[in-house]
């Protein structure tokens, strides 16, 4: 478990990784309607991330039961939600990429008029709704499966599972509060996971458990860092 934890986060900070890269790529002059960038990642990053949380998902499953079996992984209650959030989360990703491509690439026809805010809707409100939805619910359900059931970690690994927390989920839940504005969605997802996770284990062993370790820590700190940060800045936050 705790290596299909490791591969979770590897993935996760390649998609933060991209999103840097992407924002600050240029529009190729020429025949290229898109950066060489996009081309290479528009697929392989979210494939790349699907595929680390099928196998967490699994890994968690088989865990729990003792052994994987066809209903565990596809006809359970908690196997429906992951699947339903796993496709969530890819379409989602995929119209927020389509639609921000779409802006970047003609600027100028999309700089106003009924076609551009309906674009603008779809890339950074629909698409960011519908992400974060999906990755609310592969998270609760990896959550209530996975957290203690593994075996418990310590030393370098342990501090290296809080630090890929606070990296992973604690960066996409702020950025999905301040750059997609979904503020109260990102809030609500943090303040649910964060009780989840501590009604099942208790704060001292938490952080000793592969699963909550991955969660809790960012997703706890990023929660109160986007409440403290709504009531100073009394609205909507924005990236800095």
Known sequence: ???????????????????????????????????????????????????????????????????????ATISSPFAWIFWIGLSMGMIGHGVHLAGDALQRALPQVFARGEFAAKTAFLASDVGYLVLGIGFFLVSLVILLVGQGAGQEVSGPERLLFVLGSLATYGFVILYLGVEGR??????????????????????????????????LPGTFLAGAALIVWTVVVGGQPTWP
């Open 1 to 71: 478990m705790a290596r299909s934890v490791f591969w979770l986060i590897i993935s996760l900070l390649a998609w933060e990784a991209y999103q840097v890269i992407r924002a600050k790529a240029e529009l190729p002059p020429g025949s290229w309607a898109l950066p060489p960038v996009d081309l290479v990642f528009l697929v392989l990053l979210p494939a790349f991330a699907a595929f680390a949380f099928t196998r967490l998902f699994l890994v968690v499953s088989q865990s729990a039961r003792g052994t994987l079996n066809v209903y």
């Open 182 to 215: 979904q503020i109260i969605l990102a809030i609500a997802v943090s303040v649910i996971l964060s009780a989840v996770s501590l009604w099942s284990l208790p704060p001292s062993e938490v952080t000793r458990d592969p699963i909550g370790a991955l969660i």
